[in-house]
């Protein structure tokens, strides 16, 4: 395989004049979106996992994080409404599961509310979402309209995060363990639960694309998918950072009492 030029890769798009010729290129193309653009790489998340931030910044981050989280199965319910074929849809229902939970089983969001619960924040406060940033609203209910008007394709491609959360969640974990006291094992019960999850999810979606994805077009169509889901978890990070590390909190957004 010819190694592929992707040095013009834009906040957009993979950028023209890169044409992606067949699966390996597009995998090899989505590996290297990852590499360069995911939120590991933000400066909120390396202040997050050094212990750089105090119990209130923490407060501040779970708290808007909490509503990308209990968005997730809305979204993953638009993607399922976007498949004719009960397959995929058999395929896809198990992440709104993983998430919302069943009856006597415990879901992602009720992971997270234990996080946020031993964190001190009220959890009627937090399932509210009146407290959250306004970036962090706009940048998760754009996730959810793009997989409800872009291609099916699009919609699972734009997914692909998860070939690469496995190993930010590992850096969380270890990271707020030894940094924070205010956090335990219980609190971080969520990336436990998701170090076998993300990975289940995106083996199928990378074989999905690999698959469907069968010309240049559409190969490019699953990349520029990729970076939009970048782009939607980065610019909460940029949020989170003006707000409550460089200190701009906007009116009426939450105000940490813990210093």
Not at 34 to 51: C, I
Not at 99 to 119: A, F, P, Y
Request: charged share 25%.
């Amino acid at each position: 395989m010819s190694e592929i030029n992707l040095s013009g890769m834009t906040a957009l798009s993979i950028g023209r004049g890169v044409t992606l010729n067949n699966a390996s290129e597009l995998e090899a193309a989505l590996r290297h979106i990852g590499a360069t653009r995911y939120h590991n790489h933000h400066p909120f998340h390396k202040l997050l996992h050094r212990g750089k931030l105090n119990k209130g910044q923490v407060q501040a981050w779970a708290l808007n994080r909490y509503y990308y989280q209990s968005t997730i199965p809305l979204k993953d319910a638009m993607v399922m409404t976007r498949f004719r074929d009960r397959a995929t849809r058999l395929e896809w229902r198990h992440r709104i599961e993983d998430h919302d939970g069943d009856v006597g089983s415990e879901g992602g969001i009720e992971r997270w509310l234990k996080l946020t619960e031993g964190l001190g924040l009220d959890t009627a406060y937090v399932e509210s979402t009146e407290g959250i940033l306004p970036a962090t609203r706009f940048a998760v209910e754009a996730y959810v309209h793009f997989c409800r008007d872009r291609s099916p394709l699009e919609a699972i491609a734009s997914s692909l995060t998860e070939l690469f959360a496995p190993s930010i969640h590992e850096e969380r974990i270890s990271g707020m363990l030894e940094h924070y006291n205010f956090v335990n094992n219980d609190t971080m019960s969520y990336f436990k639960r998701r170090l076998t999850q993300a990975p289940r999810d995106a083996n199928f979606a990378l074989h999905y694309v690999r698959e469907h994805a069968t010309t240049p077009e559409q190969r490019a169509a699953v990349c520029n998918a990729l970076i939009f889901k970048t782009n939607v978890l980065w610019v909460q990070l940029d949020a989170l950072y003006y707000a409550y590390v460089e200190g701009n909190i906007p009116p009426g957004a939450f105000v940490p009492k813990e210093g």
